[in-house]
């Protein structure tokens, strides 16, 4: 399978620690984006990258969250000094963007869902 | 501002009647317009999208979408309710920059 794969699937972790979770996309996309979904929500856009160049981070939810994407391929987002409402799913997603038009097709990961303590 | 409003939370069918799940959106800009599925336990799926080409949509699994500028609605629909629709649906707008603005999303339950 080649999709979008994201690793923990699950993460237990107790409030104050930092936690990573990793981000593979579909080989050939250029662009990355990082998601959150709350329980009876909808996903709620964090940051995205086009190759390595973070281009959108003002979502992010606080200076405890960063992401990465370092070599163009797969992303890290890092939550520091968890606390209980960041239990939440982190959701990933790639798309392959040639031109500047819009319609750009986003193909999710499964998510990793995290419980803090 | 991008928005999308998912009229209803929860959607029950019985199965072989017709889905109606309903989406307004808000764009200030030619939006893009996609729906997506979620069964649980799994990954968003796509099921189709609007891209200002025409303007009945065809998706996957025989649900389609109508894009109406003058309602601002893109509303998802499929003539006959299978068991294996149930699952919670999204309707999608994108922003100037391909962010994509989500609704809250509509649970549709599929009855025997």
Not at chain 2, 51 to 80: D, M, Q, R, W, Y
Request: aromatic residues 12%; positive net charge; glycine residues 6%.
């Amino acid at each position: 399978d080649t999709g979008v794969s994201q690793d923990p699937r699950h993460k237990i972790t107790k409030r104050g620690q930092n936690v990573t979770f990793r981000c593979d996309p579909i080989s050939e996309h250029n662009r990355l984006y990082w998601y959150r979904q709350t329980l009876g929500q909808g996903p709620e856009f964090l940051t995205y990258f086009q190759n390595e160049a973070q281009l959108e981070k003002s979502r992010l939810l606080s200076d405890r969250f960063s992401a990465e994407r370092p070599k163009g391929s797969f992303s890290t987002l890092e939550i520091q000094r968890t606390e209980q409402g960041d239990s939440a799913m982190y959701l990933c997603a790639s798309s392959l963007v040639e031109t500047s038009a819009s319609g750009e097709t986003q193909y999710f990961g499964p998510g990793t869902r995290l419980l803090v303590l | 501002a991008q928005s999308v409003t998912q009229l209803d939370s929860h959607v029950s069918v019985s199965e072989g009647t017709p889905v109606l799940l309903r989406c307004n959106y808000s764009s200030s800009y030619s939006p893009s317009l996609f729906w997506y599925v979620q069964h649980p336990n799994k990954g968003l799926q796509l099921l189709l999208k609007y891209t200002s080409a025409a303007t009945l949509v065809k998706g996957i699994n025989g649900f389609e979408a109508e894009f109406k500028k003058s309602e601002t609605s893109f509303h998802l629909t499929k003539p006959s309710a299978h068991m294996s629709d149930a699952a919670e649906y999204f309707c999608v707008v994108t922003a100037a920059f391909n962010k994509f603005y989500f609704g809250s999303g509509t649970k549709l339950n599929v009855k025997p």
